[in-house]
């Protein structure tokens, strides 16, 4: 089996051939607009805003919320979840160049949340540009949008593209994945205000979907050498002390594991 991954690239309904940014996918405004907060109120049944805001002011008394939008997301994307793009963002971008889009319910849930930036060049031509922010190890770049929020969603982003995307010609959207009702509503919603949305790369990945047992499996897609090796590396570790293979479905001392997992690793050619 494979997941099919999108990138997208949107263009401003308006169209006009002597005026570069009525073909930007998200239209003019100040450059200094995009670090401020601006809403763009929803108008269907999913009523919410959309903000804009230095990932940096997101206090960590969010994340709680943050957390509860990854359980009920419709496309789950575990590389936007709070313990892994905060971490990131901090390593990657700590003087909060990246942004946090959000769409709130009027209660305040949180509803939708995606990183944004603002990026100079589209490969290798300086062509500016609007771009969900992905780093090198991020391989999934779906928003996190609660169920049933998708339309409200990229209607917010891209009415608050519209009015802040200073010099910025379209908003690029990667490794988006196909044949999911976010992507889905997003091309619905292109066509719907007349926008041009371009698939501009498709890739497929390898995903492993076994009937097998995990026994059978292993018999079939290891030599038989190779498992009596690892028999061999089984006994030898075992003479250290008694081993066991846990499986654990809660957090329980989570940071420890963490901690051992990373000190091991930092042991072996990984650490040099």
């Known amino acids: 089996m494979d997941q ?3 990138d997208f690239r949107m263009i401003s309904p308006r169209s006009g051939a002597n005026d570069l940014n009525d073909h930007a996918l998200i239209n003019t405004a100040s450059a200094s607009a995009f670090t401020g907060l601006h809403r763009a109120m929803s108008t269907d049944a999913f009523a919410a ?3 804009v805001a230095p990932w940096t002011d997101c206090a960590a008394e969010d994340c709680a919320q943050w957390d509860a939008l990854a359980r009920r997301a419709a496309s789950p994307n575990p590389f936007f979840e709070s313990w892994s793009l905060r971490p990131a963002l901090a390593h990657f971008d700590p003087h909060g160049r990246v942004k946090l889009g959000q769409l709130r319910r009027p209660d305040g849930t949180l509803s939708a949340l995606i990183p944004i930036e603002r990026r100079p060049r589209y490969g290798r031509y300086p062509i500016p540009h609007l771009a ?5 190890n991020c391989f999934l770049g779906a928003p996190l949008v609660a169920n049933g929020g998708e339309t409200a969603f990229w209607r917010g ?3 608050w593209a519209d009015h802040h995307a200073g010099s910025a010609l379209f908003l690029h959207l990667a490794a988006m994945p196909l044949d999911e009702p976010l992507t889905d509503a997003l091309i619905a919603l292109c066509e719907a205000q007349g926008r041009q949305i371009a698939l501009v790369h498709r890739e497929e990945r390898a995903m492993l979907a076994s009937q097998l047992s995990p026994a059978d499996y292993l018999a079939n897609a290891v030599p038989g050498k190779k498992r009596k090796e690892y028999r061999r590396q089984h006994a030898r570790l075992s003479e250290q002390g008694t081993l066991a293979f846990v499986r654990q479905s809660d957090d329980a001392d989570l940071s420890g594991w963490i901690d ?3 000190a091991l690793e930092a042991q072996g050619w990984k650490g040099r």
Not at 132 to 136: Q, T
């Open 4 to 6: 099919r991954i999108l």
């Open 49 to 51: 805003s959309f903000a």
């Open 260 to 262: 051992h997992f990373l």
């Open 157 to 159: 982003l891209l009415e």
């Open 132 to 136: 969900s922010w992905l780093h090198a």
